[in-house]
C-alpha cells in the first residue's frame, strides 16, 4: 500500500489529524432578469438550524461581480445585510433573527430593494433594514457555503408606487376587488340618506360578527391608508394594514362612546390568532351618525394612526411589513345586527406609497449615516439613543433622489447653533436650517448671505423639535410646532437629508424621521355602467363638471374651496397666433367679482412671448416676462406657502411674497 506523508504521520503516531479548512462554497447562482432599482425578490432558503450555524447563505443583491454587490449573509439563524466594495465587505444597517414557524427547514423570503433602501423579512417579519445606494442596480442570485443548504429562486418583480382609490360606486353584486377576509360585506346604496350626501355609495359590513375585508397584495409595504368611517351601533369600527391572512396582522380598533368602555382607540396586533394591544387606550370614542376619517400607515418598520388628521400613536412593529389593507367593524358585547344598526360604512378609501425613515441610534447605525467634517459619536439614552455633534459639522442619510421630504429631529444643546439640512446631491450642497439661542435662519449651505432670517431662537439646555420640509421649491421649518421661517428657492430641493451643528460640540439629536410627500395622481372619472346614459348622474359624477360656466359671461369658475396651498395647472395654445389677454384667479370669494390674487397672460399675435402680471384689486404687485419656444406653452400659477409664483414651461417667470399681516 502506498501512503502519503501525511497518512504516514498518522500511522506512525496513531493519532487523527484534523485540518480546519474554511467552508466550501459554490459559484453564485442568479435569477433571471434585473428589474432595475426598484424591485421585491421572494427566495425560499431551505436550511437547519444545524445547517446555518455550521454553514452560510448570502443572498446576493445588484451584483456586479465578486468584489461589488450586496448580500443579505444568513448564518446562525440571524440575518445582516453586507456591503462588498472593492472585494471589502461592511455590515450595514440593522440585522436580526431569523423567524422559523415549527420544525419547518423552509426560510421565505421577501426582499424589497428600493431606491434608497434594503429591507428583508423572514417567514413574515422583518429581520433586517439598511439604508444605501453606493452599488448601482444589478442581478439577484445567492451563493451557498456548507452542507444540507439550498435556495430556490422564488420570484424577482418590479414594483412600482402605489396608488389605489375606491369610492364603491357600483352595483350591488361588485367587490371591486376587495375580499370578505372575515364576516359578510356588501356594496351599499342607502348608507345615508341620498337628500344629505352627494355620494349615497359606500362599502357595508353586515354586523352581528367582527368583520375584515381587504385590497391589494401580500407584498404591499411603505404605504398608509385612509378611509371615511361611520358605525350607528355601540362597536367597533377601524381599519388594517399588513394583513397576511385572518390570523396575522394589524388593525386600528375604535369603540363607540356608547360602548362598554366608554370609547378607546388603540392599535392591535393579530399574530397567530392571538390578538394584543400595542397602545394603551386612548379615550374618546365615536358617536353615531358622524363620519370620522381614518388613517393608518405601515412604513419604515413602525405604524402610525391618525383620526381626523389629529396623530394617535406611533409604535415600532417588526411583524407584518407588508401586506394587505383593509376595513374592519365588530359588534358590542349581545349586539345584534339589524337593517337599521349593522357594523359599519366605509367611503373614499385612498392608499398611496409612504415611505419612511426613521433612527432613534438605539443599534448601530452601519452605513446609513456619512459625516462632513469629524466624526459623530452615538451613546444610549433612556431606552433609546442620541447622536452626539462634533464642535460643527454634518452628519447626511438617506438618497440624491429624496424629493418632497419632511426631515424631523429633537435635539438638545448648550451653545452655538443646531439644524437640519436637505436637499445634497451630487455637486449640490443643499440647504439648511440653522437656529440659535438669538436667531433663525434658512440658507443654502456655503453661501454667506441667508435667504431668509428671523430674530427668534430657542432656549439651550432643553429639548426641542425641529421639522424641515423640501418641498419643491419651498423650504418650510417648524420649531416645537410653530411655523417658523420659510424660503422659495429656484428650482426642486432634492436630494439627501443631514444634522446640522455649528459650534455646537455635544448637541444631541434623536428620534429622526423622513418623511415623503406622495406622488400626486389625475384619475379619469369613472362611472358605473348604468349611469353612462343617465344625463343628470354623469354630470353628477364626472369631475369635469367642477368647472361651472358664469351665464353672461366668458368666465369658468371652478365650484369646489380651496384651503392652504394650490396649483392652477393649464395650457396656451397658439402662441403668435393669438392676442388677448388671459385672467385666472387663485383664491376668490365668489363667481361675481374678480378678487384675490389674479394672474394676467397678455399674448402678441406674431409673437411668442408672453406677459405676466400679478393683480390685487386694482393694483399690479408683481410682472414678469416668458419667451416661448414652442407654439403652446405650459403654465403653473400657484400659492405655495407665503409665496405666488407663476412658472411657463417650466421656468420661473414671476414670484411674489405675500406681506404679512401686522396687528
Request: proline share 5%; glycine share 12%.
Amino acid at each position: 500500500m502506498r501512503t502519503t506523508p501525511l497518512a504516514a504521520l498518522r500511522l506512525a503516531l496513531g493519532i487523527q489529524v484534523v485540518l480546519a479548512l474554511p467552508l466550501a462554497a459554490q459559484s453564485p447562482a442568479f435569477v433571471d432578469g434585473s428589474p432595475g432599482s426598484d424591485y421585491r425578490w421572494t427566495p425560499v432558503v431551505k436550511a437547519t438550524p444545524a445547517a446555518l450555524a455550521a454553514g452560510e447563505v448570502d443572498l446576493l443583491i445588484d451584483w456586479q461581480d465578486a468584489n461589488s454587490h450586496y448580500r443579505l449573509a444568513l448564518t446562525k439563524d440571524r440575518a445582516q445585510f453586507q456591503r462588498v466594495v472593492g472585494g471589502k465587505t461592511q455590515a450595514i444597517g440593522v440585522g436580526g433573527a431569523l423567524r422559523r414557524i415549527g420544525d419547518e427547514p423552509a426560510l421565505r423570503f421577501s426582499i424589497h430593494r428600493t431606491d434608497w433602501g434594503l429591507a428583508a423579512y423572514c417567514n413574515r417579519v422583518l429581520c433586517a433594514r439598511a439604508e444605501d445606494r453606493t452599488i448601482p442596480p444589478g442581478k439577484a442570485g445567492w451563493l451557498t457555503k456548507g452542507a444540507d443548504l439550498s435556495v430556490e429562486p422564488g420570484a424577482l418583480q418590479t414594483v412600482e408606487e402605489l396608488f389605489f382609490s375606491d369610492d364603491f360606486m357600483r352595483t350591488d353584486d361588485q367587490l371591486g376587488g376587495w375580499e370578505a377576509a372575515i364576516g359578510k360585506w356588501e356594496n351599499n346604496q342607502q348608507g345615508s340618506k341620498v337628500s344629505r350626501s352627494a355620494n349615497a355609495f359606500s362599502f357595508r359590513s353586515k354586523g352581528g360578527e367582527p368583520c375584515v375585508a381587504v385590497h391589494g397584495n401580500a407584498f404591499d409595504h411603505d404605504y398608509v391608508v385612509q378611509a371615511a368611517a361611520r358605525s350607528d351601533n355601540a362597536g367597533a369600527m377601524g381599519l388594517v394594514v399588513g394583513f397576511q391572512d385572518e390570523k396575522n396582522y394589524y388593525r386600528m380598533r375604535w369603540t363607540a362612546a356608547a360602548n362598554e368602555d366608554g370609547g378607546t382607540c388603540r392599535l392591535q396586533r393579530i399574530f397567530d390568532g392571538q390578538t394584543v394591544d400595542l397602545t394603551p387606550p386612548i379615550s374618546g370614542g365615536y358617536l353615531p351618525d358622524v363620519w370620522y376619517k381614518l388613517q393608518l400607515s405601515l412604513a419604515g418598520g413602525w405604524v402610525y394612526g391618525w383620526i381626523d388628521d389629529v396623530p394617535l400613536f406611533e409604535v415600532a412593529a417588526q411583524a407584518f411589513g407588508e401586506g394587505k389593507i383593509g376595513v374592519y367593524s365588530a359588534p358590542a358585547a349581545g349586539e345584534q345586527a339589524t337593517d337599521a344598526v349593522a357594523g359599519a360604512l366605509f367611503d373614499d378609501v385612498v392608499q398611496r406609497s409612504w415611505p419612511l425613515f426613521s433612527d432613534d441610534f438605539s443599534q448601530p447605525s452601519g452605513a446609513r449615516w456619512t459625516a462632513d467634517g469629524p466624526a459623530w459619536e452615538t451613546r444610549p439614552l433612556a431606552g433609546s439613543g442620541v447622536a452626539v455633534a462634533p464642535a460643527s459639522g454634518r452628519l447626511w442619510c438617506g438618497a440624491d433622489n429624496w424629493e418632497g421630504v419632511t426631515f424631523d429631529a429633537d435635539v438638545n444643546y448648550s451653545g452655538g447653533a443646531v439644524g437640519l439640512a436637505a436637499g445634497k446631491a451630487g455637486d449640490q450642497p443643499g440647504y439648511a436650517a440653522i437656529v440659535s439661542a438669538e436667531r433663525t435662519v434658512i440658507t443654502r449651505i456655503g453661501d454667506q448671505q441667508p435667504l431668509a432670517t428671523l430674530a427668534k431662537g430657542m432656549t439651550t439646555g432643553a429639548w426641542h423639535h425641529l421639522s424641515f420640509s423640501a418641498d419643491a421649491g419651498l423650504l418650510r421649518l417648524s420649531v416645537d410646532g410653530d411655523e417658523r421661517l420659510e424660503a422659495l428657492v429656484p428650482g426642486t430641493a432634492v436630494g439627501r437629508c443631514g444634522l446640522v451643528a455649528e459650534g455646537a460640540a455635544g448637541a444631541q439629536f434623536t428620534n429622526v424621521r423622513a418623511r415623503f410627500r406622495p406622488t400626486s395622481y389625475n384619475l379619469p372619472p369613472t362611472l358605473p355602467a348604468e349611469f353612462v346614459q343617465d344625463r343628470y348622474m354623469t354630470t353628477w359624477a364626472s369631475p369635469g363638471a367642477a368647472w361651472v360656466q358664469v351665464e353672461g359671461s366668458p368666465a369658468r369658475w371652478h365650484k369646489g374651496f380651496f384651503y392652504g396651498d394650490r396649483r392652477v395647472h393649464f395650457e396656451v395654445p397658439g402662441l403668435g397666433k393669438q392676442a388677448g389677454k388671459v385672467t385666472v384667479a387663485l383664491g376668490a370669494n365668489d363667481t361675481k367679482t374678480l378678487d384675490g390674487y389674479r394672474l394676467v397672460l397678455t399674448l402678441t399675435r406674431d409673437q411668442k412671448v408672453i406677459a405676466l402680471a400679478l393683480m390685487l384689486g386694482d393694483k399690479t404687485v408683481a410682472e414678469g416676462k416668458a419667451k416661448c419656444e414652442g407654439d403652446s406653452a405650459e403654465v403653473n400659477f400657484e400659492l405655495t406657502g407665503h409665496y405666488i409664483q407663476a412658472t411657463i414651461d417650466g421656468t420661473t417667470a414671476l414670484t411674489y411674497r405675500i406681506p404679512e399681516v401686522t396687528q
